[in-house]
């Protein structure tokens, strides 16, 4: 069962990982050219394991801006990944040991979390470990391969690259869509939220860590409010 | 610079562990409350759309070609294909448009 899991977790993180690729090598690419070493620039990466919060926390390094600043900006951003947490810690098998909990928390990307929430019934540590098997590799890689090579890749595969993170999440979400009218409402709710976050005058200056926050707890909370999930719904996300 | 890149980096990681660690290792219990349930249930999809979209029209060099890659993966998504099938379509209708769409005069 451990085993199963773990290696659906490895096969599923494969197209996060090349996904992962693409934007970490952009990451390396422009610590590196902002005067980072190759090595500061994998180990942002490796210890962090963040596309956003990164490329924030550089700009901050190369701005020499203060500690404060930096933890905060952190907070902002990646305050997403505590909504996921939690919604994940109602997910794993039941009586998972702290340890396991400390582990899997260190993976809690916005598509390790993605794939690990649109399993069926409760999830293992194990199949998290599978997917972090990749994607982590695939993140510090990626940023060692950015860093070293400059413009090795060419940019129209950059370009090409760069949709897969938003292929992957659409897969995630839209299968179910189809069957439960509630979740439909709540991605064409988040989509058109956002949206209007991008287009809006005063919304349009609202930085992109706290749209998703703030999408993200205005369309579930509301989609909660009209449509609460009955008891069969619980075990699994693919039910509709 | 007088401050440490590596105590930023230790900044930086530390805040951002802290955040996913905290509520996996403290919410142990079972919640109960239908509330709660029902939005932890929908938090995903409502993060996950809000994140592609509209950021996904600005991912690649144009906004042409990155509205062909979202509509392909749509369909590709639609019919239910895989993960990674479904990031590799996208990625393929990005590249092929790039090539086809200078072509065209007018759109880019």
Request: aromatic content about 10%.
């Amino acid at each position: 069962m451990k085993r199963e899991s773990f290696k659906r977790g490895l096969r599923d993180g494969v197209p996060i990982a090349l996904g992962y690729f693409a934007v970490s090598f952009t990451f390396g690419m422009m610590a590196v050219s902002g005067g980072l070493s190759i090595w500061q620039a994998v180990l942002i990466s490796l210890t962090n394991l963040t596309s956003a919060g990164q490329f924030a926390g550089l700009d901050i390094i190369l701005a020499a801006g203060s500690y404060w600043e930096m933890a905060l900006t952190q907070l902002i951003i990646n305050l997403r990944y505590c909504l996921m947490s939690f919604s994940l810690s109602q997910k794993l098998e039941r009586n998972t040991a702290l340890s396991h909990r400390c582990f899997v928390s260190f993976g809690i990307t916005d598509e390790i979390f993605g794939i690990s929430a649109s399993q069926e019934g409760r999830v293992s540590p194990y199949y998290n470990y599978g997917a972090m098997c990749v994607a982590i590799p695939g993140w510090t890689l990626g940023t060692l391969a950015g860093a070293i090579s400059g413009n090795l890749l060419p940019d129209f595969l950059v370009s090409a690259l760069s949709v897969a993170i938003y292929g992957m999440f659409l897969a995630i979400i839209i299968p179910p869509a189809k069957t439960n009218r509630a979740v439909a409402g709540v991605v064409l709710g988040a989509m058109t939220v956002s949206s209007l976050f991008a287009v809006a005058p005063v919304l349009r200056n609202v930085s992109s860590g706290f749209v998703i926050i703030i999408t993200t707890l205005l369309v579930a909370g509301i989609a909660a409010y009209i449509s609460p999930i009955k008891e069969e719904q619980e075990e699994g996300y693919h039910e509709s | 610079m007088s401050h440490n890149i590596y105590v930023y980096i230790l900044v930086m990681a530390g805040v951002t562990y802290l955040i996913r660690m905290l509520p996996m290792a403290l919410v142990k219990k079972e919640i109960t409350s239908p509330y709660i349930k029902s939005f932890l249930y929908y938090v995903p999809y409502a993060c996950l759309a809000a994140m592609t979209f509209p950021a996904i029209l600005s991912a690649t060099d144009s906004t042409v070609s990155a509205t062909i890659g979202f509509v392909v993966a749509m369909i590709a998504a639609y019919k239910e294909k895989s993960l990674l099938t479904v990031a590799l379509l996208a990625c393929s209708a990005v590249f092929i448009a790039e090539r086809l769409l200078p072509l065209l005069p007018g759109l880019m």
